[in-house]
């Protein structure tokens, strides 16, 4: 069975503390992504990565950033969060590149709450 | 930039209704595109896909309509079931088809 695992299921933070968000992909998959969702926006793209150590810019990836050192392993850092960045962060992989049509899947989330 | 629309934020629906999610998008330059479905506390899941080479996709009691010209689709649920409320998201390819823009969603409510 495929799995998306996310390190925490609710974060609580303060603002301007360093938070890490981690995921793990068991699926051998090249490509993962960070999103955010808040309501009435949909799923925003933060950042994604086609190969360890790669990374390419979403669509919101201020006041945010990535590593990817291992094929399965992808962390999303706030560098100082702010309470702007309480939002529900979801993690996803794909076999290859999503304009070839192969489907993402999720994590189960991590809702963060910045006080 | 591609951009995804859903113009109903919820929908409710009684059991055994037919449910029509609606979608819109602005570049077609990548015609295909994915239906998922959210549970509360969930990830989203892959529902049904469609591209251009069709203009319908039926997976048992979900169909998904493609209208090219209208930059248009929509999801089909029948009949609808209480487990079928959830929050449905369109996705369509960005401009580079490299990843999935994703539409604001809409809620669907089922009542039994």
């Known amino acids: 069975d495929v799995k998306v695992t996310q390190s925490s299921r609710y974060l609580v933070k303060r603002t301007g503390e360093k938070v890490f968000l981690e995921c793990v992909q068991d699926?051998?998959?090249?490509?993962m992504f960070w999103y955010r969702q808040d309501p009435g926006l949909g799923l925003r793209l933060i950042y994604f990565s086609y190969d360890v150590k790669m990374k390419e810019k979403g669509d919101i990836p201020e006041g945010y950033s990535v590593s990817r050192e291992k094929k399965e392993r992808f962390s999303l850092i706030l560098e100082s969060a702010s309470t702007n960045q309480t939002s529900m962060y979801l993690c996803a992989s794909s076999k290859i590149l999503a304009g070839s049509y192969n489907e993402q899947f999720f994590g189960p989330g991590t809702r963060l709450t910045v006080l | 930039d591609q951009q995804v629309k859903q113009n109903s934020p919820s929908l409710s629906v009684q059991e055994g209704r037919i449910s029509i999610l609606n979608c819109d998008y602005t570049n077609s330059m990548f015609d295909y595109f994915l239906w998922y479905k959210k549970y509360p506390a969930e990830g989203p899941t892959f529902l049904i896909s469609?591209?251009?080479?069709?203009d319908k996709n039926e997976d048992g009691r979900f169909t998904v309509f493609l209208n090219k010209s209208a930059k248009h689709l929509s999801l089909h649920i029948v009949p609808s079931q209480p487990g079928d409320s959830a929050v449905y998201f369109c996705a369509a390819p960005n401009n580079y088809g490299q990843n999935f823009v994703f539409g604001p969603g809409t809620r669907l409510s089922v009542l039994p």
């Open positions: 469609i591209s251009s080479i069709k």
């Open positions: 699926m051998d998959h090249e490509n």
